[in-house]
C-alpha cells in the first residue's frame, strides 16, 4: 500500500514571502501521479498542481510549483509571493497509474499574514 | 464558481432518520466520487462511480448507500447513521480513465444526533 507523508502539521508565512511545503510517499510503483490541492477555510478542496512520475520536468502553474525527487520519492511544493488567499489546509496525494484512488497525506495547514 | 454543487450545505438528522445528499455536476464527467472527511483530516473515500456503475466500495457501512441515477447526478441515501457519522461529506467528479484531476464540490456538513 501507498503511503503519503506530510510532516509539517502548521507553517507560516508572511505576504510576498516564499514558503516549501514537504511531502514524501512511499510506492515500489514506476508509475503514478502526485497532486497538491488545497482545501481553504471555505472548504472546496482545489487542484494547485498535478505531476506525473515518468515526466522529469517539475511542474508549474503561476505561482506554485514542485521539486519533484523520484529517487527520493519527494514531492515537495513551492509556493512564490504568498498571498493572504492562500490560507488553506495543503494535501499532498498519491494515485497509481490507471486508478482513480487518491491516497492523501494529513495536510499540512498554512497561515499567510499581513 | 462551484463546478460541482452539492445539497444540502448543512443537514442535521436522529439516528432513525432517512435522508439523501445530492451531488450534481454539468462538466461531462464519468467518473464521481464520495469522500468523508472529519475535521483536520484528509478526505477518506468511500465510493467510486465510473460510467453510472459502482466501480469502489472501501468497504462503506451498509447504512451509507450510494446511487447514480445519470452521469450528471450521484446521491448518496442515509440511513440509521450513527454520531461517528457526523461529518463534512465531499462529492467530486473527473474524467474518467484514471489520473485525472478531481473537481469537488463545497460538500454537505452532516450532524447525528
Known amino acids: 500500500a501507498q503511503t503519503v507523508t506530510q510532516s509539517q502539521p502548521e507553517m507560516s508565512v508572511q505576504e510576498a514571502e516564499t514558503v516549501t511545503l514537504s511531502c514524501t510517499y512511499d510506492?515500489?510503483?514506476?508509475?503514478?501521479?502526485l497532486f497538491w490541492y488545497k482545501q481553504p477555510p471555505s472548504r472546496q478542496m482545489i487542484l494547485v498542481i498535478r505531476q506525473e512520475a515518468y515526466k522529469q520536468q517539475n511542474a508549474t502553474e503561476n505561482r506554485f510549483s514542485v521539486n519533484f525527487q523520484k529517487a527520493a520519492k519527494s514531492f515537495s511544493l513551492k509556493i512564490s509571493d504568498s498571498q493572504l488567499g492562500d490560507t488553506a489546509m495543503y494535501f499532498c496525494?498519491?494515485?497509481?497509474?490507471?486508478?482513480?484512488?487518491?491516497?492523501f497525506g494529513k495536510g499540512t495547514m498554512l497561515l499567510v499574514s499581513p | 464558481d462551484t463546478e460541482v454543487t452539492q445539497t444540502p450545505k448543512h443537514l442535521v438528522m436522529g439516528m432513525t432518520n432517512k435522508k439523501s445528499l445530492k451531488c450534481e455536476q454539468h462538466m461531462g464527467h464519468r467518473a464521481m466520487y464520495w469522500y468523508k472527511q472529519k475535521a483536520k483530516k484528509p478526505p477518506e473515500l468511500m465510493f467510486v462511480?465510473?460510467?453510472?456503475?459502482?466501480?469502489i466500495n472501501e468497504s462503506v457501512p451498509s447504512r451509507f448507500s450510494p446511487e447514480c441515477p445519470n452521469s450528471s447526478l450521484l446521491n448518496l441515501h442515509l440511513h440509521a447513521l450513527q454520531p461517528e457519522d457526523s461529518a463534512l461529506y465531499l462529492c467530486a467528479s473527473s474524467r474518467a480513465g484514471g489520473n485525472q484531476p478531481q473537481h469537488f464540490g463545497d460538500g454537505t456538513r452532516l450532524s447525528i444526533l
Open positions: 496525494a498519491f494515485e497509481n497509474s490507471g486508478y482513480s484512488t487518491l491516497t
Open positions: 510506492t515500489s510503483e514506476n508509475n503514478y501521479y
Open positions: 462511480y465510473s460510467y453510472e456503475k459502482l466501480s
